[in-house]
Nanobody, 125 residues
Framework: QVQLVESGGGLAQAGGSLRLSCSTS????????VGWFRQAPGKEREFVTT????????LYADSVKGRFTISRDNAKNTVYLQMDSLKPEDTAVYFC??????????????????WGQGTQVTVSA
């Protein structure tokens, strides 16, 4: 069955870094765009970044541009999120997601087919 398992979350200080990983199985990873979303308490799930299946195109939310970097290893069926210069407002549960029919990169979470269970990131001031 399809599985997406995030890891690497935890506690960081403002200005620090964390690297999230999302290991996947059960679907053809190299044919899917993969993205990261986050959800803070009492807020809706919001787009963070996404990466195209094969050609390396990326899209970032303005709030993380220049601080976060998405990457993927199609041989390992894994997507990563390097988070630098963390801010307290980055505190949230982070989810990875996969979207078939790759084409135009999308930020709408309803367009993603598969989701992980999430990993907590907490940034202290």
């Amino acid at each position: 069955q399809v599985q997406l398992v995030e890891s690497g979350g935890g506690l960081a200080q403002a200005g620090g870094s964390l690297r999230l990983s999302c290991s996947t199985s059960g679907f053809t990873f190299s044919s899917y765009d993969v993205g990261w979303f986050r959800q803070a308490p009492g807020k809706e799930r919001e787009f963070v970044t996404t990466m195209a299946s094969r050609d390396g195109r990326t899209l970032y939310a303005d709030s993380v541009k220049g601080r976060f970097t998405i990457s993927r290893d199609n041989a390992k069926n894994t997507v990563y999120l390097q988070m630098d210069s963390l801010k307290p407002e980055d505190t949230a549960v982070y989810f990875c997601a996969g979207r078939f029919n790759p084409g135009t990169l999308r930020s709408n979470p309803s367009l993603y087919n598969y989701w992980g269970q999430g990993t907590q990131v907490t940034v202290s001031a």
